[in-house]
């Protein structure tokens, strides 16, 4: 079983070939990130991100297919992101997943992002056996999850303001560096000294599973309104935030594990690329019986990959394989969910 899978939910375009397995395997990839057209207005502009979408996205599966050395005979089945993220864009990837599907009379496969995140490492040399912890840290989105199997998810816990990723990005800014922050703070902590700065861990002593960054935003813009001497205080600084957001996230985690009596942690989304945050998980993982699994590098980040997938692992699970697109269900139009609670998926 062969899916296709098609990403569009923000500012990547991904399109993957995923061959069902066990285990599963990367037939094809591509991902044209659109960064460098975003990055002079110092965010995604939603409308500049659905017209690259528009522009690209057919020359891309046409780039994957070759890649993957198949025709579109070999392909089973059409995933696609039908949310969270940004309305214009989403709809982008519905439209072509539809199209396909309809056209190849193959089963169309709405998926959420957040799902394609988790189940990630599945994709790696070291897949989780569920159940497990997620750790689900991305630019708009900070959650802790219990997940029983595929498509049962218990949220613990979540950021009650920004996202990790956000943080990361708008401390960045504050700093004056480029768009994504997150790889950009990153670099520029790894000649500070994480201890410089006493910044506030929020909610770190609350004894639940909820997280805060927004308060981390005011004590950096205080540091940075009083003065940074030099380029040594601004990457202390930086490596100040880092080390502040990745002590939460970390002594979350483990409280979820505790908590539920879990012992594997998956760790998801953009954030997980953390050089930092990945060491200290380590560190703390080998002095307890716990063991973790990150997506392979490449796929930390919005990619296709994780899109078929999740629809390959859903296609599967079905009692049985459904049928093409019909006319009417066409004409009823697609859906996109631009929010999407995760608990709420079946
Ligand atoms: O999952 P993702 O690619 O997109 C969303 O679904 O949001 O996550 C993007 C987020 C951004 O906030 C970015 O700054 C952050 O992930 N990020 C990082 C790193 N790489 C990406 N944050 C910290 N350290 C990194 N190495
Ligand atoms: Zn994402």
């Not at 401390?171 to 000294?193: E, F, I, M, Q, T």
């Not at 506030?200 to 940074?228: E, H, I, Y």
């Not at 040594?232 to 979350?252: G, H, P």
């Not at 993982?285 to 796929?299: K, M, Y």
Request: charged content about 20%; some cysteine; proline content about 7%.
């Amino acid at each position: 079983m062969r899916v296709l899978g098609i990403e569009t939910s923000c500012d990547e375009t991904g399109i993957a070939i995923v061959q069902a397995g066990p285990p599963p395997r990367i037939l094809g990839q591509v991902l044209h990130s659109q960064v460098a057209m975003h990055e002079r207005y110092g965010g995604v502009v939603p409308e500049l991100a659905s017209r690259d979408h528009s522009a690209r996205i057919v020359g891309l599966t046409l780039t994957v297919l070759q890649r993957a050395q198949l025709t579109w005979r070999d392909i089973d089945a059409i995933a696609y992101t039908e949310g969270p993220g940004l309305a214009g864009a989403l709809l982008v990837g519905a439209s072509l997943a539809a199209s396909l599907a309809y056209a190849l009379d193959k089963p169309l496969l709405p998926i959420h992002h957040l799902e394609g995140h988790l189940l990630s490492p599945l994709l790696s040399d070291d897949p989780p056996p569920f159940p497990f912890v997620a750790l689900l840290v991305s630019g708009g989105h900070t959650q802790l999850l219990s997940v029983e199997r595929l498509g049962r998810y218990r949220l613990l816990g979540e950021s009650v303001d920004d996202a990790a990723g956000e943080a990361f990005d708008k401390s960045a800014k504050l700093l004056g560096l480029g768009y994504p922050g997150g790889p950009a703070l990153a670099r520029l902590a790894v000649h500070g000294n994480p201890d410089a700065y006493d910044l506030p861990r929020p909610m770190l002593r609350s004894n639940d599973l909820q997280f805060s960054f927004s308060g981390l935003k005011t004590a950096v813009l205080t540091q940075v309104r009083k003065g940074l001497a030099d380029e040594q205080a601004r990457a202390d600084l930086a490596a100040s935030v880092q080390a502040a957001i990745v002590d939460v996230l970390v002594a979350k985690a483990l409280r979820a594990l505790a908590q539920t009596g879990l012992s594997n942690l998956v760790i998801a989304g953009g954030v997980s690329a953390n050089q930092r945050l990945r060491e200290k998980l380590g560190a703390a993982a080998q002095s307890r019986a716990i063991r973790l699994h990150f997506p392979p590098t490449e796929l930390c980040t919005d990619n296709g990959a994780m899109i078929a997938l999740a629809g390959a692992l859903r296609l599967a699970a079905l009692p049985e394989p459904p049928g093409g697109l019909d006319p009417a269900r066409i004409a009823a139009g697609f859906t996109v969910r631009p929010r999407w609670p995760l608990d709420q998926l079946r």
